[in-house]
């Protein structure tokens, strides 16, 4: 049944492309054209069979993905979304606006405090020192080093867009940039600062007071100055101009076939825009995916902390896949050291509630967005050089 399904795509592939020609040239190309889109995405839209598939077949799959996406983004497949999940097409991002001269100031000033050690307690550690510009603004660590060398709870996460986040940090806690900038400078495993200390020290020791005059004008360093510009310079951080950004805005020639058909299974089989789509490739959204140990040695709650919803158990913020490549390892505990790992995870249906666990009755199960999704060894080095054209 299998192979009789496959025959009949390539079939239907072969047949629309070699079809007779109309009298008029002109009009028979357009017409051939148009009937090897419709059939193509008609083939690309049907359900995959497992297992391996006929030679003719997976030519045709081939043939297609590429003749279907080297065209305009409105006569892709359509994705394949879970009802109820609010969802937005694949799309250019927006370019940053230009700065006037004085919110340009405000940025220098945000730059030099976030690469500045002073704005920790032993002088040691700075923002940077977690979030490198050349790391993706993240670390590469599995779990950051702070103050005394002591190791967070939760891996770094990229700043890549950041300012599009509604919510940061990892579970939410935070509402916007310039509160959420103060969080790691005062928590005492990352900077461990005492936030009236650090004030009377930018103040009193720095020429931060003039410059912070120069900027906001009479009134000095404050906390809430401090925060407005360390937001204002983490608000211009977004993921490097990539390849994916010039065949999302047109130049399809840009990815390869492989990519291609790693763009389809991202946004079919693979259902990976239930989670990651529009222009950041996310929808800001929080969800518990199986990685949150709950009744286990690595257990983190998550999100619940923060809201004290039942529902938000082990939930954790969806990252944008902007620059997915450059920002390893992976997931909130850093535990995943490569993207082909990643994939794995998501391949099998996540970690499951062990059987016969103690407190099997407390752990929650997976998302339901989160199932197998049977993807061939092929069908993942596909999806991985997509991810690594983001």
């Known amino acids: 049944m299998r192979w009789i399904r496959r025959a009949a795509w390539a079939a239907a592939f072969v047949a629309s492309t070699c079809g007779a020609q109309t009298s008029v040239a002109g009009e028979g190309t357009r017409a051939k054209t148009t009937e090897t889109l419709t059939t193509c995405k008609r083939l690309l839209e049907a359900p995959r069979a497992e297992g391996e598939a006929d030679a003719a077949a997976t030519a045709a799959y081939k043939r297609c993905v590429t003749t279907v996406y080297r065209g305009s983004i409105a006569q892709w497949p359509a994705p394949r979304i879970d009802a109820g999940v609010k969802w937005e097409e694949l799309a250019p991002r927006s370019p940053l606006p230009p700065l006037p001269a004085q919110k340009a100031e405000l940025v220098a000033l945000g730059e030099q405090l976030f690469f500045d050690r002073r704005l920790s307690r032993d ?9 490198l510009p050349h790391l993706g603004f993240a670390d590469a660590r599995r779990l950051p080093l702070g103050h005394g060398g002591a190791i967070g709870p939760r891996h770094t996460p990229h700043l890549f867009g950041i300012a599009f986040a509604p919510k940061l940090m990892w579970d939410g806690r935070a509402a916007d940039l310039e509160s959420q900038a103060l969080l790691p400078i005062a928590n005492p495993i990352e900077m461990a600062m005492d936030l009236d200390v650090l004030q009377k020290r930018l103040r009193d020791e720095t020429d931060y007071a003039k410059r912070f005059d120069a900027v906001f004008g009479e009134g000095g360093v404050t906390l ?137 009755a407390e752990i929650p199960p997976p998302s339901p967005l989160i199932k197998p999704l049977r993807l061939s060894l092929q069908d993942m080095k596909d999806l991985e050089a997509f991810l690594n054209t983001l």
């Open 224 to 360: 809430q100055r401090l925060g407005q510009a360390l937001a204002a310079f983490e608000r211009r951080i977004e993921a490097p101009r990539s390849r994916y950004d010039d065949f999302i805005e047109g130049k399809r020639e840009v990815f390869s076939e492989q990519e291609l058909r790693g763009l389809h299974l991202f946004r079919t089989q693979a259902r990976c825009m239930n989670c990651h789509s529009g222009p950041q490739l996310t929808q800001h959204e929080f969800h518990q995916i199986g990685m949150s140990f709950i009744g286990r040695r690595q257990e983190d709650r998550g999100r619940i902390v923060v809201t004290g919803k039942a529902e938000d158990l082990g939930a954790f913020r969806t990252p944008s896949l902007r620059g997915i490549g450059k920002t390893a390892p992976y997931f909130h505990q850093g535990i995943t050291p490569n993207l082909h790992g990643v994939l794995e995870l998501y391949n099998t249906g996540m970690p499951q509630p062990p059987k016969g666990h103690p407190k099997q």
């Open 123 to 131: 002088r040691d550690v700075s923002c940077a020192s977690c979030h």
